[in-house]
């Protein structure tokens, strides 16, 4: 099966697509129409081997044909009655779908999956093992507050509501936000809410799950933001995105065993790293600096030498220098 997230729902996209029974769609088309619908980039290699699982015994053995027009093929069922909709799971796709359903049972704090057993009885998964060995577990903590207030959220991105939310900050009294809310993210075992603020309808503001004290819907009408998600998390670590703050170039030098954790184990997408000659490994990110990354490399402590930007080493020194300051 194609080894990405969004994999099935590109199959159902190309299976409303070779039902068509009026349009011809070339493999651009193909790409156009999950891209359109997924609004994230789709390349043609990906398009061609959501083709061949599709057709293939673990697929749906789905009656596709390409057929030549001019210079140039276009796609379709050979049998215009056919519907991956209307082929029963395969051994290979229960497995996977069965995979799926130990990964989700471990995430506690997500009450909307709590009724997924009986969903999967109903459609004919009697053989489903909910008494199986837990085998595995995924990095969780379970005390962490909050996790109560994840489902309304959900709700509320999926249907489109405004809430009345009583957040609570660390260092500042209790406050009512009318909030817009429009994605939700967990980094470091805490839990974020993304969205817009009623009052300041030009900034993405973000809410920590754990210091939400109450959540009440409104009757306010709904602004969704035009914001790809995943663009706006490309040039950050955590989740701290500065609006005008620049990204630069982060270059440091770590050693020891640190070195060989973050070769095999990038901090970002940007990372580019290279070992020198004494067995340091040299690293460069491009990001923007937020409070994350600055505790991440932190967290390095000894086994890193930052290099530039200079602001960023002077920041790092005092710190380090505060941090020995309580053992004196």
């Not at 990906?46 to 596709?64: H, V």
């Not at 920041?315 to 505060?322: G, I, N, P």
């Amino acid at each position: 099966m194609p080894n990405t997230k969004f994999s099935f729902i590109r199959c159902r996209i190309l299976d409303k697509c070779f039902r068509n029974p009026v349009k011809q769609y070339q493999i651009q088309d193909l790409i156009d129409a999950c891209e359109e619908e997924l609004n994230m980039s789709i390349s043609r290699r990906t398009i061609y081997y959501d083709i061949d699982f599709m057709k293939s015994l673990d697929g749906w053995e789905a009656p596709i044909e390409a057929i030549k027009d001019g210079n140039r093929r276009y796609y379709r069922y050979t049998d215009p009655d056919f519907s991956i909709d209307k082929v029963p799971l395969s051994e290979a796709q229960l497995k996977q779908l069965q995979s799926a359903v130990d990964v989700l049972r471990t995430v506690e704090g997500l009450p909307q999956f709590e009724g997924l057993n009986d969903s999967l009885e109903k459609i004919g998964m009697m053989a489903y093992d909910t008494d199986a060995e837990h085998c595995f577990e995924l990095d969780h903590n379970n005390y962490v507050g909050g996790t109560e207030h994840i489902t309304p959220l959900f709700n509320a991105i999926q249907y489109q509501t405004v809430q009345s939310i009583h957040y609570k900050p660390f260092d500042e009294e209790e406050k009512e936000i009318v909030f817009h809310p429009q994605f939700l993210k967990q980094y470091n075992n805490r839990w974020y809410i993304f969205g817009m603020e009623q009052e300041h309808p030009d900034e993405v503001w973000n809410l920590a799950l754990d210091r939400i004290v109450s959540i009440k819907p409104t009757k306010l009408p709904y602004i969704k933001l035009e914001k790809n998600w995943q663009d706006y998390f490309s040039d950050i670590i955590g989740v701290t995105n500065y609006k005008d703050a620049p990204v630069k170039e982060v270059h440091f030098v770590v050693y020891g065993k640190t070195a060989h954790y973050l070769y095999t184990k990038p901090i970002h997408e940007s990372q580019v790293s290279h070992w020198n000659e004494d067995g340091s490994l040299d690293v460069k990110l491009k990001v923007k600096i937020n409070y994350e990354l600055k505790r991440l490399l932190l967290s390095y402590a000894a086994d890193i030498t930052i290099l530039s930007p200079q602001s960023l080493v002077e920041e790092h020194k005092m710190s380090l220098k505060k941090a020995l300051e309580q053992y004196q």
